[in-house]
Structures are given as C-alpha cells and as structure tokens.
T-cell receptor, first 112, second 113 residues
Framework: ELKVEQNPLFLSMQEGKNYTIYCNYS?????LYWYRQDPGKSLESLFV?????AVKQEGRLMASLDTKARLSTLHITAAVHDLSATYFC????????????FGTGTRLQVFP | DAGITQSPRHKVTETGTPVTLRCHQT?????MYWYRQDPGHGLRLIHY???????DKGEVSDGYSVSRSKTEDFLLTLESATSSQTSVYFC????????????FGSGTRLTVV
C-alpha cells in the first residue's frame, strides 16, 4: 500500500528554535512538493523538489529530497509566530497524470 | 484574480440528497483533481481528469462521480449524500509541467445532516 507519512503530526515550538519535519514515502518518485495551509484556508505551494539531492530555501524554511531514502525534510530555522500553520508533503506517483498522494500533515504552532 | 474557483463555498444538505460541487478554472490546464480533507487523513484523491471527458478514479471514489464536458469545468457529484461525506472538498489544477505542482481552489465545506 502506498504511504506518505509525516512526523511529527503536531509540533509546538518556541520562537527562535530550530526543528525538522520529516516526510517518508513508500514508492519510487523524483517529485515531491511541500504545501502550507492556514486554518480555514486553502493550500499554498511552498517548495517543488524534482530530483535527488534537491534543496530549496525560502526565508526560514528549507526543504530537501533524498529519493534513495524516500525521505524529504522541511527544516525550520529560528521559528517565528507567522510560521504557525499546517504543512503537507505530497508525492507525485504518476508523472503522466500528476497524481499527488499527500501526507497527513504536520500542524506547527510557534509560541513566544 | 483567482485562476480556479469553487462553488458553493459552504453547503448543508440532507442525507440521501444529490449534491454537485463545481470547479471552474481559467488557466486552460489539462489536469483537474478533486480531493477531500478530513482530520487525521490529510488530503485524499477522489477523482481526477486528464482532459475533456477523460476521468479516472482516485483512492476514495466510492459514492462520487465526476464529469468534465469543458476544459474549464470539473463537476463532483455525490449521488446520494451520506454523513461520512461531510468534509472539506478541494479542487486542484495542474499544468503537469512538474515544475509547479497544483494550484488549489478555496475549498467547499460540505455538511451532510
């Protein structure tokens, strides 16, 4: 069964701290996406990772992809309250149809 | 100036009634998707379309049907709504270039009572 697992599911962290969210998947894929969702809102694209070793950074967030380990990480540096949201990884399982399988999400709460 | 819109945004319906959700895009993308979002499950694919009149099932398609008669519109129908179909439904579009992933609609919150 195809699985995309994220951990932790919930993360409460203090402002200024660093942390990493992990996304493990069970099938071969070279395309992985990260999305952010604010409460009651839609999903917003954060990162597109298209090859083994890909690394993308935007502000305090950095995403990486290791296709051999079937693992992607989303690293948070010096967290701020504005990063509070739910983060989803999604794996492209069919490049012809662009079908994405989503992880269950990581709810991040940053407190002062 | 959203390239993808969903309607309605909210709906309450009774068990056993048919319900149709609409997704409209102005991007001329070939690929369109319907997902449902439930706590603890992330987003799960219901149906998707890879062109006009070309659709296929996703992982949770039972109780749902779709139609795409025009590039810009993708309709999701619950033939006979059940309480287990209470959820938030998201439509997404993709150019399938691999470079951008999906663009999501704003979602439809459906409650079946």
């Amino acid at each position: 069964e195809l699985k995309v697992e994220q951990n932790p599911l919930f993360l409460s962290m203090q402002e200024g701290k660093n942390y990493t969210i992990y996304c493990n998947y069970s099938t071969t894929s070279d395309r992985l996406y990260w999305y952010r969702q604010d409460p009651g809102k839609s999903l917003e694209s954060l990162f597109v990772l298209l090859s083994n070793g890909a690394v993308k950074q935007e502000g305090r967030l950095m995403a990486s992809l290791d296709t051999k380990a079937r693992l992607s990480t989303l690293h948070i540096t010096a967290a701020v309250h504005d990063l509070s949201a739910t983060y989803f990884c999604a794996v492209d399982i069919n490049f012809d149809t662009d079908k994405l399988i989503f992880g269950t999400g990581t709810r991040l709460q940053v407190f002062p | 100036d959203a390239g993808i819109t969903q309607s309605p945004r909210h709906k309450v319906t009774e068990t056993g009634t048919p319900v149709t959700l609409r997704c409209h895009q102005t991007e001329n993308h070939r690929y369109m998707y319907w997902y449902r979002q439930d706590p603890g499950h992330g987003l799960r694919l219901i149906h998707y379309s890879y062109g006009v009149k070309d659709t296929d099932k996703g992982e949770v398609s039972d109780g749902y049907s779709v139609s795409r008669s025009k590039t810009e519109d993708f309709l999701l129908t619950l033939e006979s709504a059940t309480s287990s179909q209470t959820s938030v439904y998201f439509c997404a579009i993709s150019a399938n270039s691999g470079n951008y992933g999906y663009t999501f609609g704003s979602g439809t919150r459906l409650t079946v009572v």
